[in-house]
């Protein structure tokens, strides 16, 4: 249809997958929608539509008890302030719940201790315990009944309604008995306001973890020029806004400012640092008829451009756009406590009402069998559950950023375990990302310090890398006369009155080649390093190669990767001969090297390896690895690399060193493993304990008692994820 749409929208107010299930299923509902996606981890809506209108979208989500809120740049900010102010409402709260209900819990402990101490009984009195309960139960608690009343509403139970029935029941229970004629030593409001305590910390772990928001796709957006300097037909000169700029207009770039719209060079010449665009560190020289990217950064001299793309077509945005659509088909969080009690409320609220029948046709007692109905509840209520996953993912990643590895919550440390290939980016991931030096062959000793100082009066990329190998030798340089640099072809400039040349083989094509250094330039261009030839007036005299150097550690975190059963490949923009050099020089077999790579394509290679049912990890460090991180199953970033590079990746290496790779696997998979303890344990206490409460064999304060130890339990398991070592392996 000609009026169809796709909008995006930030949903508030989901916590679990059900959630998430829940306003996607409404969402589809709607007259008008073709296609509506919801994904949990970033907390967005993806709908494609018409006949309707984004604000009819927004109200239908509204109903169903959650918040939308349309993602574009108008909005973007609103949504921040909303996320800092849920996350400082929780913490508030949490911290006001546990100051209420710390007295009544040691209160408690104390009394099934023997300590019967004025103290003691102080706060065992029903009026104290009620004024510190009530703002728990109906204040911080008032959450959970409106997650309930939603999930009701929705005919979709979930752990709410465990949380809001228990806990009401717990205190109706107490009020009752405190106030109107009721044992009053029965009372169990330490049970509700625990619970609601415990529930919002396990809420809040979560929140924390699952919240930590990229702003991949603002900074991305930041690179964008805003405005352009237009050259005019009669050769005026006018600054415009770029959204002004359109295709075929003229455009000009001074020496250090950034290439605003995508276009062919009219006119000039310069070295272009295209690095945030194709990762790659060397910068690329511009003469007319080459094509310049927005976003990148004209390093020397000046250029006239002619428009040939603008807005949405530049390169630049058609990246923003890919690590929008990558970060949308992430997979939900499937969280395993939400799995469990998909089943297990229903379960449970079924078992609480069959026993309060039950015992109260067979005994008569109709007070003992909402006893029991209650014990069922407090015991079943899940606490450990809620904590089991939050918990350990809390100290997994801790100790993950204890040894420099930061990690973006529980999904990537699931998937990270999983991992069975990683792609590595080449230039700034295998390799170090700066040229350098890498192999010199000189006539005499005297050329080096010639060369270096021919190097420091010229401007181009390579020259600092030259110098800087001077420099690191303490070589003396020599006074230059009559320097002049030949476009396209090096310098040249007077040492001692004897005239030198340094550059490329075009320039010493009328030269002898005394030393075979012709054959040395072919051998190290073969390796995809850059080389230049130094010469007098008629003879080479020698050679210099740069290159961009593997970092020392890569050979053997490689290795130790392939030991332990991961396929690693490598991923470059540069051509095959150079790729398959490196890799053979880091142990990554030919068939799994892809080169020659487009920014725009890097998402696609990844697209393809998970087609074949492989999990994949992407390792890079530039911009434009971002949208390949994105859409690989677990993106991880270099810590030397840019900012859009970490924002968007799952993780994070400090140390820029790929040895650290291999412990962060060791990390998932224990982490992992703890999350399965916990939850195994959590699941024992509720099976365990409902039959026995139901049975009336546990109180309702026993019964809170031991739900209590459940989530103690699982915490101190989660902590003991500490003593894991995350060892370099061989």
Known sequence: MNNEQVASFVITGMTCANCSARVEKEL????????????????????????TTADDLIKSVENIGYGAILDDQEHRQQVADKKLARIQRMRRDLVMSAVLVAPLMIAMIAMLLGFNTPW???FHRPIVQLILVVPIQFGVGLRFYKGAYHALKTKAPNMDVLVSLGTTAAFLLSFYNGFLGGNPHELYFESSGMIIALILLGKYLETTAKNK???????????????????????????????????SMKVIIRPGEQIPVDGIVVSGKTTV???????????????????????????TGQLVIKTLKVGDETVLARIIRMVEEAQGQKAPIQQIADKISAVFVPSVLVIAVVTLIVTGLVSGDW????????????????????????????????LGAKNGILIKGGAVL??????????????????????AVTDLQLATVDLLAILVSLEKASEHPLATAIVDYGHKREIKEESINHFESLPGLGITGQVKGTTYFVGNPKLMADKEDSGNYLSKLHQWTKEGKTVMLISNETTILGAVAVADEIKTTSKAAIATLQKHGITVYMLTGDNQVAAEFIGSQVGIAEQNIFAEVMPDEKSAKIAELQAKGILVGMVGDGINDAPALALADVGIAMGSGTDIAMETADVTLIHSDLMYLDQMLQLSKGTIKKIKQNLFWAFVYNTVGIPFAALGFLNPIIAGGAMAFSSVSVLLNSLSLNRLKLEKRE
């Open 213 to 247: 928001t990229s702003s991949a796709i603002k900074q991305l957006m930041q690179l964008q020029a805003k405005v352009a300097r237009i050259l005019n037909e009669d050769g005026s000169q006018s600054e415009v806004e770029i959204a002004a700029v359109k295709e």
């Open 120 to 122: 003691v009984h102080f």
């Open 367 to 398: 007070q003992a069998a909402l006893m029991h109905s209650v014990a069922v509840l407090v015991i079943a209520c899940p606490c450990a559950l809620g904590l089991a996953t939050p918990t350990a993912i809390m100290v997994g990643t801790g």
């Open 28 to 51: 589809k509902a709607q007259p008008g929608v073709l296609h509506a996606n919801v994904n949990l981890a970033t907390e967005k809506a993806t709908v494609q539509f018409s006949e």
């Open 414 to 435: 699931e998937q990270a375990a999983q991992l069975n290939a990683i792609v590595l980016d080449k230039t700034g991931t295998i390799t170090k990302g700066k040229p």
């Open 273 to 299: 640092d295209e690095s945030m665009l194709t990762g790659e560190s060397m910068p690329v020289t511009k003469t007319t008829d080459s094509t310049v990217f927005g976003g990148t950064l004209n390093n």
